[in-house]
């Protein structure tokens, strides 16, 4: 599996898997061979994942696990505890991917300091990888800015064939940062679209592996979440899909700007 500053190209996606339907989805994607698992405090399942991947019996070094400090949690006492409940819950001693799951919100603490709380928890070894989420380009620099040599090595954010989000994914290229698409499928939308059907046919698959196959042919990281089997496997196959040149340009073409997530507490995008 090919991986972009050490995070696997593909991972599984968990949220709005709550209780044991979380620890079957992720031990099930486990045993499909998954990974990477994407999961974050606010989808209140890392107890789950834990116990999935620890009865997986896979070495902590043989999967990825990436989670994400909530706003609320942003705080001078919070941040921090609410890492190492994070590490116990998924029963790893260094999360190997922490992210900031949104920038703050505007009464809450300062950017400055929840930055230079993300980089502590980084030098006391808590993570092995620091990075963003739902961050704008202007927000990067500001918290390369103020996190020195330590390297964002990831931006997650909505990414599908009808948002390509080209501004980051090309700031992200140019300045060493994995983009890591969330809602890979546009949320199931890409079901019964012609392009993708077309294409979809010429390589017998279907509309949601060429989804898939696309991003991670524009060099993206990929976490597509899914409750059936047979798609948790097939998803995973699509890393597999080579697409020819004139495939990615009417793929490109899909681009609508759709953008599907956007709370009250999101910044003023790209
Ligand atoms: N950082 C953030 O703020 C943020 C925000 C949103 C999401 N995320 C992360 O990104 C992950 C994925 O995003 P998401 O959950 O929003 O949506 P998604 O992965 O784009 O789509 C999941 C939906 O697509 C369907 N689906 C799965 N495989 C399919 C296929 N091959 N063909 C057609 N439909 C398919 C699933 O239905 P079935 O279950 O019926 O298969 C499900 O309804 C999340 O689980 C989470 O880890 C992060």
Known sequence: ???????????????RRRDD???????AALEAGYRHIDTAQAYGNE????????VSGLKPDDVFVTTKVWIDNYGEDAFRRSVEESREKLGRDKVDLLLLHWPGRADGPSFEDY???LAEVYDDGLAARIGV??????????????????????NQVECHVFHQNRLVADYCDKNGIAFTAYSPLAQGKIADDPVLKAIGEAHD????EIALAFLMAEGHVVIPTSS????????LAAAEIVLSDDEIKRLRGLDKGLRLISPDWAPDWD
């Open 133 to 154: 989420s739902n961050f704008t380009r202007t927000l990067m620099d500001k918290a390369a800015d103020l996190l020195g040599g330590r390297k964002i090595a990831a």
């Open 1 to 15: 599996m090919k991986s972009i500053n050490g995070i696997p190209q593909i991972g599984f996606g968990t949220w």
């Open 205 to 208: 698959v279907s509309e949601g």
């Open 115 to 117: 930055i230079g709380r």
């Open 228 to 235: 059936k089997p047979e798609r948790v496997r097939s998803n």
């Open 47 to 54: 107890a789950e994942v834990g116990r999935a991947l620890s």
């Open 21 to 27: 339907e979380a620890y079957q989805t992720v031990l």
